[in-house]
């Protein structure tokens, strides 16, 4: 069966700190990965999407995330964070989504 | 502007009602979603269509039906709701072969 794994729950960074959330699926077949955003009472929006070509996928805000295949991975990264990327983050494949990670940046 | 809307954004209801939560998109994708979205369990698929006539069930499908009559609309329908049913609710839609959604802005079901 599908399965996506988060490593973290909940992260804490201050500003301009750099940031790598986790993501490892498992899932038999060609995949396509996605990273999604919700803002504070807000949906959910789409950050990046990996469906083939290029692994290190660029995504909106300065995000990007890269697929290593041999490991099953999709960790997002973004060099320097901002107060408003305080969030909630969730990696999907295909139509199955992770529990979410808590971004907190402290100003 | 083409756009996903959910209706209604908040409901509360009573234990063993039926209830309907309304899902119309205007991009004419093919495939659209309900999930459920809970503390400490992210999103949850409840039922999928991939196309008018078609419905396929998600991970967590008990207790909850969906039809599909058109392109533009997906409600989704709680049998007699349950307490354990309180979650907000996502619709979301995706172009046939893809699954970059777009997402409907939720709506917040409470059952007392």
């Known amino acids: 069966a599908q399965s996506v794994s988060q490593h973290n729950h909940h992260v804490i960074l201050s500003e301009a700190a750099s940031l790598e959330l986790g993501c490892n699926y498992s899932?038999?077949?060609?995949?396509?990965l996605f990273w999604y955003v919700q803002y504070p009472g807000q949906h959910l929006q789409l950050l990046l999407k990996y469906f083939s070509g290029d692994p290190l996928v660029k995504g909106i805000k300065g995000f990007e995330a890269e697929f290593i295949k041999s490991k099953f991975s999709f960790n997002l990264r973004k060099p320097s964070v901002q107060w408003s990327d305080t969030a909630e983050y969730f990696c999907a494949v295909q139509i199955i989504f992770g529990k979410g990670t808590r971004l907190h940046i402290l100003p | 502007d083409a756009e996903i809307t959910q209706s209604p954004r908040h409901k509360i209801t009573e234990t063993g009602r039926q209830v309907t939560l309304a899902c119309h998109q205007t991009?004419?994708?093919?495939?659209m979603f309900w999930y459920r979205q809970d503390l400490g369990h992210g999103l949850r698929l409840i039922h999928y269509s991939y196309g008018v006539h078609d419905t396929n069930k998600g991970e967590v499908s008990d207790g909850y039906s969906v039809s599909r009559s058109n392109t533009e609309d997906l409600p989704l329908t709680l049998e007699s709701a349950a307490s354990s049913q309180t979650s907000v609710y996502f619709c979301a839609s995706s172009e046939q072969g893809s699954y970059g959604y777009t997402f409907g802005s939720g709506t917040r079901l409470t059952v007392v």
């Open positions: 899932y038999g077949g060609t995949v396509n």
């Open positions: 991009w004419n994708h093919n495939n």
